[in-house]
């Protein structure tokens, strides 16, 4: 099964890198085809995404991407980059363009890519995990209830001591000055109304700490 | 230190969940910009329903780190996001206008809470990873992450 993978891989990068080589330097492979769009729509938005270097950079990654690949350098990094590519690539092929053999094309890279990244599933294991941490610790933070974020601003019932709490509104108070005096117009109010749920679950998981408290 | 990191997040999900609201239920009016070629990969952008995903996936990762679900792989999946509001407000909008600090702001947060949990992305770096789908079976040869990186 290794093996077949590892064909997957190699065939997959060395797809990526022609097709994306052909594009930056189409005077190498003049046999390669021209792709024109047929809904004006999927012209208008390749033709905007090529004016404005989007397309560029979305090349790029697929090309390095895929030299990662046929090389077997740090495959799960270069698939997780390619991802959000292939499903841009695929919603274009398939809800605009609406070709049947250009979605076909881009429904197979984007389940190869998917395939691929399911056979290196144990290297995303850390983006992947999910505890009372929220799927890790942040630099800084360790274990200990009070001392990391889903303790205080997300958990009312994590039974972190009531000092933590002063720190935490300290932090949420810090956050909520920021879009008051800072962020200009709109996005300061909405910003603000978001924050109000932490700051109900720190106000929540204050009163539980001094309850116990009183109560020990 | 980690005081910093629940500033940056407390500002950043506050940032990303009205901004992804904002395109189902109008809180504000959403900048078209103010250059031909943003107006244009906006209007593109808009039309094509591609803004739609871009908008949920701000949405949910916002609402993910707020309430502190699976916080690294919400980080790394509204990465290219991030990225593409940073290009558009730096080379389309104009690299010395409001847009810009805007733009940097937004990567800015979202590199800044990556690296913050960068243990979590450490395996991504596995230089020579062996494959082995989940269902196949047969894993003892195939070797944990870190054997394969040593």
Known sequence: MTRVLDILRIVLGAILVITSLDWFMPFLMPFMPDRDFADPMAAQLVGVFTTSGLLAVAKFILLAGGALLVLDRVVPLALAAMMPVHVCAAHIAVFVEGDALLAALALALLAANGLLMLAYLPHYKGVLESDRHGGGLADGESATEGDYYNSLFANPFSGAPAKSYLAGFAVWAAAMWFFWYVVPFTNGTTGMVTLAYPGVILLVGLVNALRKGTAD | ?150
């Not at chain 2, 940032?15 to 031909?36: D, E, K, S, T, V």
């Open chain 2, 1 to 150: 230190m980690q005081y910093a990191v629940w500033f940056v997040r407390l500002v950043y999900a506050g940032w990303m969940i009205p901004a992804g609201l904002n395109h189902f239920y109008q809180l504000y009016p959403q900048p078209l910009g103010n250059q031909p070629i943003s107006i244009a990969v906006f209007t593109a952008l808009l039309d094509s329903g591609l803004f739609t995903v871009v908008k949920a996936v701000e949405l949910v990762a916002g609402v993910m780190l707020l309430v502190g679900w699976r916080v690294p792989l919400a980080l790394i999946m509204v990465l290219p996001v991030s990225f593409t509001v940073w290009y558009w407000d730096t080379e389309l909008q104009g690299w010395w206008t409001a847009s810009a600090i805007y733009g940097w702001a937004v990567v800015g947060c979202n590199v800044a809470l990556l690296l913050a949990y960068w243990d979590n992305y450490r395996d991504f770096f596995t230089r020579h990873a062996r494959p082995h789908l989940p269902w196949a079976g047969g894993a003892g040869d195939e070797g944990s992450a870190m054997e394969a990186q040593a």
